[in-house]
């Protein structure tokens, strides 16, 4: 398992911890309101205008996608189908780390901000995947709507670079 991956799974305890120690903790109705607002924050979080994280039993089809020093995705042309959820096998062939991030150029801004801000964050986002060399991982996405979604490498510099492509939902 990729160290994103875990820290993925590690964040999501809490929520489950809290949920379960809903029931029993004497103030259900505020609790209950309050767990179910988190949750809103929480998908509207994992939402975005590219699709949602995918459901693991529901993919459709696997895509390699390989990373390089060249700044370079290959491929960095993609085509799906609305609806279909896509697991994307991952692979940093360079020397220095690489991310795939799936989104929209505005989500790539904001995030590109943030990252200046707060370079040593770590990142666990379902659309997310950070890769040291050599390593592999995945992403698993549903893309909903017809149109183009973009990924890009986040790094500093990386999608300046050219490190970027194009999704074509159909
Ligand atoms: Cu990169």
Same mark, same amino acid.
């Given at each position: 398992m990729n160290k994103s991956l875990s820290i993925l799974l590690l964040s999501a305890f809490p929520v489950l911890a809290l949920a379960a120690g809903n029931q029993t903790d004497g103030h259900g109705h505020d609790m209950a309101?309050?767990?179910?607002?988190? &949750? *809103?924050?929480?998908?509207?979080?994992?939402?975005?205008? +590219? $699709? #949602?994280?995918?459901?693991?039993?529901?993919?459709s089809r696997t895509v390699g996608v390989?990373?390089?020093?060249?700044?370079?995705?290959?491929?960095?042309?993609?085509?799906?189908? &609305? *609806?279909?959820?896509?697991?994307?096998?991952?692979?940093? +062939? $360079? #020397?220095?780390p690489h991310q795939m991030v799936i989104g929209t150029?505005?989500?790539?801004?904001?995030?590109?901000?943030?990252?200046?801000?707060?370079p040593d964050m770590k990142h666990a986002e379902p659309n997310t995947i950070t890769l040291a060399a050599g390593q592999r991982g995945g992403i698993i996405w549903q893309f909903d709507k017809a149109g183009e979604v973009d990924?890009?490498?986040?790094?500093?510099?990386?999608?300046?670079?050219?490190m970027a492509g194009k999704i074509k939902v159909e």
């Open positions: 309101e309050m767990h179910k607002n988190m &949750a *809103g924050m929480r998908q509207e979080a994992n939402d975005s205008a +590219a $699709g #949602k994280a995918g459901d693991p039993a529901k993919v390989s990373m390089d020093d060249t700044m370079r995705f290959t491929p960095n042309r993609i085509s799906v189908r &609305a *609806g279909e959820t896509i697991r994307f096998f991952v692979k940093n +062939a $360079g #020397k220095i150029m505005d989500e790539f801004k904001e995030y590109a901000e943030m990252m200046r801000k707060m990924f890009a490498c986040l790094i500093p510099g990386h999608m300046e670079a050219g």
